[in-house]
């Protein structure tokens, strides 16, 4: 626990030196309480302990928020701006981003329990080139000429949808803000935003960067709270145009209801997922079993997509469940500022609580464990990475999305049985395949029924490729250009020609 880190510091006096600078809702482009005057606490996951109090948004702030971007939107700039002038101030928001990756990624560690190391790397720098793509695209937004069959011009135009509610999870934070916030921006929407109760800091950090940038006081607003008040606030709101959630089926149901009950507004959800992973016997069984492994412990298992069933045909099961067991012993579940570590903690004690229970239930229903399945005897909400075998169908562990670092794998005979298998969920999210042989990942990638498949790689996700779900995993695609779509209203304008008789 006394690596170096930075050259001069620990990692742990790393962490102590982030500063949590904005506290507050941001409505309207400033800072400000609540209505109500509530706070509540942020947990660092590391220390069980209490970083700083946020300002708690109610239906109140809610409105307040969406009054200022619903005049935002209707009397504001920026859906009259030139897409190339939108795409100027994206562009300014993500250098501003890139000048600041080290403090944001460092609140996303403490918040969130994510690895200092990779949000420096990947997260927060992915967030920033999102941004980047949907700048660019943002002046590219094309309606059509029709061909019309009578005696009429007609043309489409694309226009922005109008306010939009987000309402985002906590195992992404930064990534997910800027996949719902970045095409929204291009499309030229105004926005409500609600975190997740458990990591706040980083979107409000956001905030502060977009006012820096330029973007119109009342196009982003950023509102924390909890999702039984703010988040319902923002399902049901007669004045909200659009809304996306990301989370649980359960709460996805609420908020389309909710939705349908109000103003019939559009929803777009991405929920759970309990994502198979087809395991073949040509595989490279070295190759299998890191894919296998980082497609359940990557972000200590929070994550919709993560391959939590994996299925392993009999004829490379025996070597292949000694070599996973030995890569899984061998990782290091350490505090995320550690550059040694593979694993930080669960986001919080709800979700370290949730994860054991799974555990506990897979040992009573006869599951056996080959690796961890304990809590790692340190402070804070560290789980070991969980394997186990001898796993049914109908087991707890095999059905429901536990969230975190624990794998049900399963043998399989046949490719036939294999995709009988992978399709025997109520989800839909992903599948990852893992054969030498293209007649068999062709096969099994247009059988299984998910919204993404990878074949000999896993997590391979890039702004250029549409993400989503089939079944009760949810609907609508974020990434891709397809992602502007949910942003964008069509709308057909037809005049007569001269000397139609339609005149």
Request: hydrophobic share 45%; charged share 25%; proline share 5%.
């Amino acid at each position: 626990m006394g690596t170096d880190f930075n050259g001069s510091s620990s990692f742990q006096a790393f962490a102590k030196m982030t500063e949590i600078k904005f506290t507050k809702l941001f409505i309207n482009g400033e800072f400000v309480d609540s209505v109500s005057g509530k706070t509540f606490e942020t947990i660092d996951p590391r220390t069980e302990e209490v970083i700083a109090r946020i300002a708690e948004g109610d239906k109140e702030d809610i409105d307040l928020a969406v009054k200022a971007a619903r005049h935002a939107f209707d009397h504001g700039p920026w859906p009259r701006l030139p897409g190339a002038e939108r795409g100027r101030i994206m562009m300014k928001f993500a250098d501003l981003i890139d000048e600041n990756i080290e403090e944001i990624a460092a609140l996303d560690a403490i918040d969130a329990g994510k690895l200092f190391a990779m949000g420096k790397a990947v997260d927060i720098p992915g967030a920033a080139q999102t941004l980047r793509y949907y700048a660019g695209a943002a002046d590219k937004i094309h309606g059509k000429v029709l061909k019309m069959t009578r005696e009429l011009h007609g043309y489409t135009l694309r226009e922005p949808i109008g306010v939009v509610g987000h309402i985002i999870p906590w195992n992404f934070p930064s990534s997910i803000f800027f996949m719902k916030v970045s095409p929204a921006l291009a499309a030229g929407c105004t926005i409500i935003l609600k975190p997740a109760e458990q990591t706040p800091l980083s979107a409000l950090y956001y905030a502060h960067l977009a006012k820096m940038a330029g973007i119109p006081d009342g196009v982003l607003n950023v509102v924390p709270g909890f999702g039984p008040t703010a988040g319902a606030a923002i399902s049901s709101h007669m004045d909200i145009d659009k809304v996306c959630f990301t989370g649980s089926t359960e709460v996805g149901r609420a908020v389309m209801e909710a939705a349908a009950k109000s103003n019939l507004k559009q929803v777009s959800l991405e929920l759970g997922g309990k994502s198979p992973m087809l395991i073949f016997d040509d595989a490279d069984i070295d190759k299998a079993t890191d894919l296998a492994l980082f497609g359940v412990v990557f972000n200590k298992g929070e994550a919709c997509v993560a391959s939590s069933r994996v299925y392993v045909q009999e004829g490379i099961y025996d070597e292949f469940v000694i070599k996973l067991v030995q890569k899984a012993k061998a990782l290091v579940v350490a505090d995320p500022f550690d550059p040694t570590s593979n694993q930080g903690p669960q986001v919080d004690k709800t979700q370290f609580e949730k994860i054991l229970t799974y555990i506990e239930h897979g040992k009573r229903e006869g599951a056996t464990i080959l690796a961890g399945g304990n809590r790692v005897d340190i402070k804070g909400y560290y789980i070991e990475p969980t394997i186990f075998a001898d796993v049914k169908e109908d087991m707890l562990i095999a059905k429901d999305e536990i969230f975190g670092p624990v794998m049900s794998l399963m043998k399989f005979k046949t490719i036939e049985e294999a995709i009988k298998s992978a399709n025997n969920t109520r989800y839909g999210l992903a599948a990852g395949i893992i054969t030498k042989d293209l007649n068999v990942a062709n096969t099994v990638s247009r059988s299984v029924r998910a919204g993404i498949v990878w074949i000999n790689c896993y997590f391979a996700l890039d702004m250029d490729c549409p993400y989503g779900g089939y079944k009760m995993s949810g609907f609508g695609r974020d990434l891709g250009m397809e992602a502007l779509d949910k942003y964008l209203q069509v709308k057909s304008v037809v005049t007569p020609i001269f000397n139609s008789p339609w005149l």
